[in-house]
């Protein structure tokens, strides 16, 4: 069982839709948690922290559920921007930060 | 502002080559990483770095060597190039201390790498 799991996708969804991910995780010991963004091609680069009460960041909300070990993304009002990759990241490694990717959802927004 | 940056972008060895992948940042972190990242695998981390004049193995380290030059620089070395690491390889880093796990790994834009 890989120790990050996300439904490879892909999502296509028109603009203005909500979309939703999300990813489960195997180490119950696991401390800090990510969304990342990967374009095409590109690097990744973080989108958003995930806190345990959950937070937001403009249309994009991200939730935690330890006692079931997963996470979620919320986009609202898709935008043809967010077409990417994102990757559920975990830390499972407390006093050093060791991250592990999921393989990445692809999202696809169209006009 | 830089960030973190990769050299060279592209590069195709036959087996058996060797060759560094160059890797510097100039925001002052104390940790460096390095990922490779293929089809349906997600990144996976080759070696990091925690601080300056430390190196330590990641997931998959066979067949790879790492230097930390100084506190900007962290270099990957192939020392006999196979097919099997044909592959795009990430190079981050990030502010670390005890207190700092949820601080971002910032990624150099990737080298693409063949083995023929």
């Known amino acids: 069982r890989k120790e990050v799991e996300q439904d490879p996708g892909p999502f296509n969804v028109p603009e203005g839709a909500t979309v939703a991910f999300n990813c489960t995780y195997s180490?119950?010991?696991?401390?800090?948690f990510f969304w990342y963004r990967q374009d095409c091609r590109k690097e990744p680069k973080l989108l958003m922290s995930?806190?345990?009460s959950g937070n937001e960041d403009g249309r994009f909300t991200a939730q935690l559920n330890r006692a079931s070990q997963y996470i979620s993304l919320l986009i609202r009002d898709s935008k043809l921007s967010d077409s990417a990759t994102y990757l559920c990241v975990v830390n499972s490694f407390t006093g050093f930060q060791k991250l592990v990717f999921g393989t990445g959802t692809r999202l696809l927004v169209s006009p | 502002n830089a960030g973190v940056t990769q050299t060279p972008k592209f590069q195709v060895l036959k087996t058996g080559q060797s060759m560094t992948l160059q890797c510097a940042q100039d925001?002052?972190?104390?940790?460096m990483y390095w990922y490779r990242q293929d089809p349906g695998m997600g990144l996976r981390l080759i070696y990091y770095?925690?601080?300056?004049?430390?190196?330590d193995k990641g997931e998959v380290p066979n067949g790879y060597n790492v230097s930390r030059l100084n506190k900007r620089e962290f270099s990957l070395r192939l020392e006999s190039a196979a097919p099997s690491q044909t592959s795009v390889y990430f190079c981050?880093?990030?502010?670390?201390?005890?207190?700092?796990?949820?601080?971002?790994?910032?990624f150099g834009d990737g080298t693409r790498l063949s083995i023929l």
């Open positions: 995930v806190y345990s």
């Open positions: 981050a880093s990030s502010v670390q201390g005890s207190h700092n796990n949820n601080q971002p790994q910032h």
């Open positions: 180490n119950s010991a696991s401390q800090s």
């Open positions: 925001m002052n972190h104390n940790s």
């Open positions: 770095s925690a601080s300056e004049g430390t190196t």
